[in-house]
């Protein structure tokens, strides 16, 4: 029995030396998004709620051509898309007046019509759980014909971006969506810019004693 140690290991050739890690800024064309087969027959829209909280903007496309009145498409932007969003719709429109005139106009809600509520519109509203959570995006494109505008919401992550989202809307519904989208920015923005709540004062009581536990 032999108590000496055993030598170490020889070096194993061509053996590679950890190398530190590295990080690297990834850039591709959007232009080139994939789209699969499940999305790209797109979804119809009559309408657009916009919603916005402090980190997302929710865009939920309504159906109701007929009863009852369902969620076709939510998506999820993050707020750095938001105002590109509102400049290509912006000149979008403007492509679209220069081509073809201005949009044909909705008919106006009858006099004394007051909108209802968010909370009453929801209750009424179907809303398939398939959808429930949204699709997100952060990347939109917009083209558009005589009749319809084309949304694509894209995911743009490498290595390759791909639509997960396509929404059809009528001419005629997509400047009252820019009003929409345009005002939930600038309330996005305006709460932005308010300074940060005061801390909360502190409770009156007793002073805790040093001692205690001790």
């Given at each position: 029995?032999?108590?000496?140690?055993p030598?170490?290991?020889?070096?194993?050739?061509?053996?590679?030396?950890?190398?530190?890690?590295?990080?690297?800024?990834?850039?591709?064309?959007?232009?080139?998004?994939?789209?699969?087969?499940?999305?790209?027959?797109?979804?119809?829209?009559?309408?657009?709620?916009?919603?916005?909280?402090?980190?997302?903007?929710?865009?939920?496309?309504?159906?109701?051509?007929?009863?009852?009145?369902?969620?076709?498409?939510?998506?999820?932007?993050?707020?750095?898309?938001?105002?590109?969003?509102?400049?290509?719709?912006?000149?979008?429109?403007?492509k679209?007046?220069?081509?073809?005139?201005?949009?044909?106009?909705?008919?106006?809600?009858?006099?004394?019509?007051?909108?209802?509520?968010?909370?009453?519109?929801?209750?009424?509203?179907?809303?398939?759980?398939?959808?429930?959570?949204?699709?997100?995006?952060?990347?939109?494109?917009?083209?558009?014909?005589?009749?319809?505008?084309?949304?694509?919401?894209?995911?743009?992550f490498?290595?390759?971006s791909?639509?997960?989202?396509?929404?059809?809307?009528?001419?005629?519904?997509?400047?009252?969506?820019?009003?929409?989208?345009?005002?939930?920015?600038?309330?996005?923005?305006?709460?932005?810019?308010?300074?940060?709540?005061?801390?909360?004062?502190?409770?009156?009581?007793?002073?805790?004693?040093?001692?205690?536990?001790?």
């Amino acid at each position: 029995m032999n108590d000496e140690t055993p030598p170490p290991p020889p070096d194993v050739p061509g053996d590679p030396t950890p190398e530190p890690l590295q990080s690297q800024e990834l850039q591709h064309s959007q232009l080139s998004a994939r789209v699969p087969e499940h999305v790209g027959q797109g979804i119809f829209s009559t309408g657009v709620i916009v919603m916005h909280g402090v980190h997302e903007f929710i865009l939920d496309f309504v159906m109701s051509l007929s009863p009852p009145r369902r969620l076709a498409a939510r998506v999820v932007l993050p707020p750095s898309v938001v105002p590109l969003f509102v400049g290509a719709l912006r000149d979008n429109l403007q492509k679209y007046h220069q081509a073809f005139g201005p949009p044909p106009k909705l008919p106006p809600p009858p006099a004394g019509v007051i909108p209802p509520p968010i909370t009453d519109v929801y209750e009424q509203l179907k809303v398939p759980e398939t959808i429930m959570s949204g699709t997100y995006a952060n990347t939109v494109m917009v083209v558009h014909s005589p009749a319809e505008f084309c949304f694509d919401f894209i995911t743009s992550f490498y290595p390759r971006s791909a639509v997960a989202c396509r929404v059809f809307l009528a001419a005629a519904h997509v400047p009252q969506f820019y009003d929409s989208l345009f005002r939930s920015w600038e309330q996005y923005r305006t709460k932005q810019q308010r300074p940060p709540a005061p801390p909360p004062e502190p409770m009156d009581g007793p002073e805790p004693d040093p001692d205690f536990g001790n």
